[in-house]
C-alpha cells in the first residue's frame, strides 16, 4: 500500500518562514547604511619630535638614534546610519558617530560608497545628518510615529555593530521615557529595549514589526548588557527639519522665567491651589509670546503639551519639542482652577 506524500515545494517552505520581521527587514535593510570617520592624527613618540619635518633632523636622527619621523595615520570610527530622503540623499545618524571627523565615508548595502557632508549636528540630542549625491534615486525609509509604542512590543535594530554590515537583532520595547547619564551630560526620554546595541549600531534604525521607523538606535551607555537605548522618532523628526533648514537647532523663545518649587513653596500652593507639582512663572517679558498669551507671574505650569512638568528640566524638555511659529499648550493652574493657554 502507498501513502500519499504531501510535498511542499522550496518556494512554498520559504514563504512559510517568511515572519513579520522579515518582511520588515528586506523592507528596510536597503536604506540602512555603514558610516566611516576618518582622522588624521601625529603619532609622537619620540623625544625628538620637535624636530621633526626637518630634513636635516630626520637624517640626523634616523642614522644615529634608528629614529623615523613622526608619520600621520588615519583612524576609522564606524557607525550606522539611514537614509530618510532618498530624493536629497539626507541620512540620519548619532551626532557622535561623526564627532571630530575628517573624511566621512557611507557605504551602502549593495557596497557603493558616497562621500558624505555633514549638513548639521546637535550635541544635545545626539543627532546628524549628512548629506550624499547620487546621480540616481537612493533607497529611503519613511519616518513612522513614536507616540503610541506599547511597552512589550517587538521591535527590530539593524546596524553596523564592531563593524559587521547590516546585523540585525530582536527584541521587546522594556521601558519608555528613560534618562541616562554619560559622561556630563543628561540625555533624556530614550525608549529601552533589550535588543542588543553595541558600538558600531549607533545610528542605526530601530522599527517596529512593521518596518516603520520609531528610533534611532544609540551605544552611548557603555556599561550596558542586554539593555540597548534609542531615541524616539517623534522627538527627532522636529530636529531634523532644524538641522536641514538651519545646520543647527533654533529654540522658540517664549519670554517666560520659571523657578523650581521647594518643599515649602510646594505645601503652599498644594494647599491654596491644589497644585502638587509644576513649576512657578517667576517672570514675564513685555510683548513676548508669554506676555501675548495671557500668561502671569504666579502662574504654576503642570504640564506642556501632554508632558507633565515637575522641573525646570521637564520644562526644558518639553520646550525642545516645539519649534519657532509653533503653538505649545500650556496647562497652568491659577487660583486654584486648571486651564489650558496656548503660547
Do not use: C
Not at 123 to 132: E, F, K, P, R, Y
Not at 162 to 178: D, P, Q
Not at 267 to 288: H, L
Not at 300 to 310: F, Y
Request: glycine share 12%; proline share 5%.
Amino acid at each position: 500500500v502507498y501513502l500519499p506524500i504531501s510535498v511542499v515545494s522550496a518556494e512554498s517552505s520559504r514563504e512559510l518562514r517568511e515572519t513579520p520581521v522579515v518582511k520588515a527587514v528586506k523592507k528596510v535593510a536597503p536604506a540602512v547604511v555603514n558610516i566611516s570617520s576618518e582622522q588624521t592624527a601625529v603619532s609622537r613618540n619620540s623625544p625628538f619630535s620637535e624636530f621633526g619635518g626637518n630634513p636635516f633632523f630626520d637624517n640626523f636622527f634616523r642614522d644615529f638614534f634608528d629614529y623615523r619621523p613622526p608619520r600621520q595615520y588615519n583612524r576609522a570610527s564606524l557607525g550606522s546610519g539611514v537614509i530618510i530622503d532618498g530624493g536629497r540623499g539626507y541620512i540620519l545618524t548619532n551626532a557622535h558617530v561623526i564627532g571630530n571627523a575628517g573624511k566621512i565615508t557611507v557605504t551602502l548595502q549593495d557596497q557603493r560608497e558616497f562621500e558624505a557632508k555633514i549638513t548639521g549636528e546637535d550635541m544635545d540630542s545626539d543627532l546628524a545628518v549628512l548629506q550624499i549625491s547620487s546621480s540616481g534615486p537612493l533607497p529611503s525609509i519613511e519616518m513612522g510615529s513614536s507616540d503610541d509604542l506599547m511597552i512589550g512590543e517587538t521591535v527590530i535594530a539593524i546596524g553596523n555593530p564592531f563593524g559587521f554590515s547590516h546585523t540585525v537583532t530582536t527584541g521587546v520595547i522594556s521601558a519608555l521615557g528613560r534618562n541616562i547619564r554619560s559622561e556630563n551630560k543628561i540625555f533624556q526620554d530614550f525608549i529601552q529595549i533589550d535588543a542588543s546595541i553595541n558600538p558600531g549600531n549607533s545610528g542605526g534604525p530601530l522599527l517596529n514589526i512593521n518596518g516603520d521607523l520609531i528610533g534611532i538606535n544609540t551605544a552611548i551607555y557603555a556599561k550596558a548588557q542586554g539593555i540597548g537605548f534609542a531615541i524616539p522618532i517623534h522627538k527627532a523628526k522636529r530636529i531634523i527639519a532644524d538641522l536641514i533648514q538651519y545646520g543647527e537647532v533654533v529654540q522658540g523663545w517664549t519670554g517666560i522665567e520659571v523657578q523650581e518649587m521647594d518643599a515649602g513653596m510646594s505645601q503652599y500652593f498644594q494647599s491654596r491651589d491644589g497644585a502638587a507639582g509644576g513649576v512657578i512663572v517667576r517672570e514675564i517679558i513685555p510683548d513676548s509670546p508669554g506676555s501675548r498669551a495671557g500668561l502671569v507671574a504666579g502662574d504654576i505650569v503642570v504640564a506642556v503639551g501632554n508632558r507633565n512638568v515637575s522641573s525646570i528640566s521637564d520644562y526644558r524638555n518639553a520646550l525642545r519639542e516645539y519649534g519657532v511659529g509653533e503653538v505649545m499648550p500650556f496647562q497652568v493652574v491659577r487660583k486654584g482652577k486648571r486651564q489650558m493657554i496656548p503660547v
